[in-house]
């Protein structure tokens, strides 16, 4: 059998193949962050048939002063639950699996955007946006752990199979993760273990909130490939922490370089993050980067890259690409 065709199965969220299809930003969401009927279609349209085994939706904020940008996915109030439910049932009706991706922005939002100042761990200009933010206090960081564990609770409630914390391109906890934007001098801050605190706060937390049985993912920015940056040593140290504590699913992506890496164009192109982190976690974990190709999806595979493919660029622009290369593969 085909690697990409293989169920993956010795996890709490099982996968009838290898295929994800990884959160992208749609922008097709009411002004306020309610479901449309556009993200309703459009997910309709990518989940048909079933042959994506997971689709991880696009990051949603978890309250109005961690939105990223209009017309982003909300998941901050429980009066969004019942259309999500109606957004988690197409895409189970159509056949696959669905997990809600949770964010908030940290310092890469704009006070025009929520209406409030941005925050970050540190009052250090975003090395991608410019922003300087307002140093969040230790009160503040209670809240905002308090917020993810909620809309990981609303998550649950709405019907999703799972839930994904993020902390890849850029945003709050990659903030937090990365030394080019964490000069903290507390708990928060510092080392590596200082760095990761909000995640394993915010992993206890959604876990305390949900229960040991839903699968919590966390899509990780193992590298911001910029000097002075996060590190892979760093991510691997990280990713133990966050599989003792609890994570079922790694998705591997970009820190501050975003969900590229300047110059490579390879497929795969995060494959030797994966590679090395898959080296010292036994949980799976989830490589996206550049793959538009079966057969390359299907070698990464094949090489112990990484357990599981994520496909975005691809399928965004061709709704039929899972169907035809899982047909091309059986």
Not at 28 to 37: A, I, L, P
Not at 58 to 78: T, W
Not at 123 to 142: D, M
């Amino acid at each position: 059998m085909s690697y990409l065709l293989k169920p993956l199965k010795q996890c709490k969220l099982t996968f009838n193949n290898r295929l994800v299809m990884p959160p992208m930003a749609t922008s097709k969401s009411e002004q306020d962050g309610r479901v449309s009927k556009e993200i309703l279609d459009y997910y309709d349209e990518k989940s048909q048939g079933g042959y994506i085994s997971l689709i991880i939706i696009e990051h949603s904020f978890i309250a109005q002063k961690g939105k990223a940008s209009e017309r982003m996915l909300s998941i901050a109030e429980d009066n969004v639950v019942e259309d999500l439910k109606e957004l988690a049932n197409i895409i189970h009706k159509n056949g696959s699996k669905t997990v809600m991706q949770i964010n908030h922005a940290g310092s890469a939002t704009k006070i025009d955007i929520t209406g409030y100042e941005p925050v970050g761990p540190s009052a250090i200009a975003n090395p991608r946006t410019g922003t300087v933010p307002k140093e969040l206090t230790k009160s503040e960081i209670k809240i905002i752990i308090e917020e993810f564990a909620k809309a990981a609770l609303r998550t649950k409630a709405a019907g999703f199979d799972g839930v994904e914390i993020h902390s890849a391109h850029g945003y709050l906890l990659n903030q937090f993760f990365s030394p080019l934007s964490n000069k903290r001098n507390d708990e928060y801050g510092g080392e590596l273990l200082g760095r990761i605190k909000i995640h394993l706060d915010i992993i206890k937390a959604v876990k305390d909130a949900v229960g040991n049985e839903f699968p919590i993912l966390l899509r990780l920015g193992a590298s911001d490939y910029m000097e002075g940056g996060s590190t892979i040593e760093d991510s691997k140290a990280a990713a133990l922490e966050f599989e003792r504590a609890g994570v079922d699913v790694l998705d591997i992506s970009g820190g501050f370089c975003g969900y590229t890496v300047t110059g490579n164009t390879s497929q795969g192109y995060f494959s030797s993050l994966t590679e090395a982190i898959k080296e010292v976690v036994s949980i799976p974990v989830i490589l996206t980067g550049g793959i538009t190709q079966a057969h390359a999806a299907e070698k990464l595979l094949s090489e112990g890259k990484a357990d599981l493919i994520g496909v975005a660029r691809a399928i965004y622009k061709d709704s039929k690409w899972a169907q035809n290369a899982i047909e091309t593969l059986k």
